[in-house]
């Protein structure tokens, strides 16, 4: 079971506009599905071969994972560095680990997180 919704909208109103103008984390810059506006939302990020891999924290059912299914794709800003993510897809607990270099800590077993998005880089 992911975190609790209500968490999350403490977050999103409390802690994420502080994250994203500390700028030390990585943000993912998005357009919603129905507003067509643009968001930004800070995130672990972890890079794996070809792309990057996000921890689904709140589930599938994020604005943010939503956002992303619906339009297939995303910028992805790291380090002052914009880069474009395509080809969105949700991926298991299994493929989440086996793509994970070594060293990446797992979730803790304890929030029960099973689903993961990972997108690709476009490259060229």
Known sequence: ???PKWWGHINKRVF???AVA?????VLIHVGRVSGATYRTPL???PVEGGYLFVLVYGSRSDWVRNILATGRAR???DGKEME???PRLVGRDEAFQ???AGVA???KVLRITEFLRMDLVTG
């Not at 500390?22 to 990585?26: D, E, H, R, Y």
């Open 22 to 26: 500390g700028g030390k984390w990585p």
């Open 1 to 3: 079971m992911p975190m």
């Open 85 to 87: 993510l395509t080809a």
């Open 76 to 78: 992805l800003r790291v």
């Open 16 to 18: 994420n506009p502080r």
């Open 44 to 46: 672990d990020a972890h």
């Open 99 to 101: 793509a994970l270099p």
């Open 106 to 108: 797992r979730p803790p």
